[in-house]
C-alpha cells in the first residue's frame, strides 16, 4: 500500500520542483526583455548585446523545458527569438522560422487567446510575409479579443502601415479595430493616427 503513495509523493514533489525552476527561468527572462523595451524606448537605436540575448533564450529555453505546455513561455521564447533576429543574432532562415514556429505553438497550446494571434501577425509583418496567414492571423485576433488594447493597437499600425497590401474585407476587419480603439482610447489612438492615417 505504501509503494503507489510514494510514487504519487515522488511525481508530486518533481511537478512542483519543475515549477519552481520554470518560475525562476521565466522571472530573469521577463527581467530581460522589459529592460530591452524600456532601452529600446529611451533610445531608439539600443541594440541588446549578444551574449546578454544567448543567456535569456537559454533562460527562455530552460523555463519552457520545465513547464512545456505552457502557451505564456513559448510566447515569452518567441520574443526573446523577435529580438535576436531584429539585432541580427539570429538572422538565418533557421532563426526566422524558429519565432514563428514558437508562435504557432503558442497559438495550438491556447488558440483562443487573441495576443498570440496578433503577435504572430506582427511577427510576419516584421519579415515582410505579406500574404494569407498574416490576414489570417489578425481577423482571427480581432475575432477573439475585440476589445483589447493591445490587439487593436497591432490592428492599427498594420493596418495602417500595409494599406493597399491586404485584401479589402480584411483591412475593413483593421480600419473597424482603429475605430473602436479611437473611442476607447482617444489619446493613444491620435498617436498612431498621426502615423498611419486613415483615408
Known amino acids: 500500500m505504501a509503494l503507489p503513495g510514494i510514487t504519487l509523493l515522488a511525481v508530486a514533489f518533481n511537478t512542483a ?9 521565466r522571472s530573469q527572462t521577463e527581467d530581460f526583455l522589459d529592460h530591452w523595451v524600456m532601452e529600446e524606448k529611451a533610445d531608439a537605436g ?14 527562455a529555453d530552460n523555463a519552457l523545458n520545465n513547464m512545456p505546455g505552457s502557451p505564456e513561455l513559448q510566447m515569452m521564447r518567441a520574443k526573446v527569438l523577435g529580438w535576436g533576429v531584429k539585432n541580427n543574432w539570429a538572422t538565418s532562415e533557421t532563426g526566422q522560422q524558429m519565432e514563428l514556429d514558437a508562435w504557432q505553438q503558442a497559438i495550438l497550446q491556447r488558440p483562443a487567446w487573441p495576443y498570440s494571434w496578433s503577435s504572430y501577425a506582427q511577427a510576419r509583418s516584421q519579415r515582410s510575409l ?7 492571423a489578425l481577423v482571427r485576433a480581432d475575432q477573439l479579443g475585440p476589445w483589447e488594447q493591445q490587439v487593436m493597437e497591432n490592428a492599427t499600425i498594420l493596418g495602417g502601415y500595409y494599406r493597399g497590401w491586404l485584401s479589402e474585407p480584411v483591412q475593413n476587419v483593421l480600419d473597424n479595430s ?8 482617444p489619446h493613444r489612438a491620435k498617436q498612431l ?5 486613415l483615408p
Open 17 to 25: 520542483w519543475n515549477l519552481v525552476q520554470s518560475e525562476a527561468w
Open 130 to 136: 505579406i500574404d494569407p496567414q498574416l490576414e489570417q
Open 178 to 185: 482603429q475605430q473602436r480603439l479611437a473611442r476607447l482610447y
Open 46 to 59: 539600443f541594440a541588446v548585446d549578444k551574449d546578454e540575448w544567448l543567456i535569456t533564450l537559454a533562460g
Open 193 to 197: 493616427e498621426r502615423q498611419y492615417p
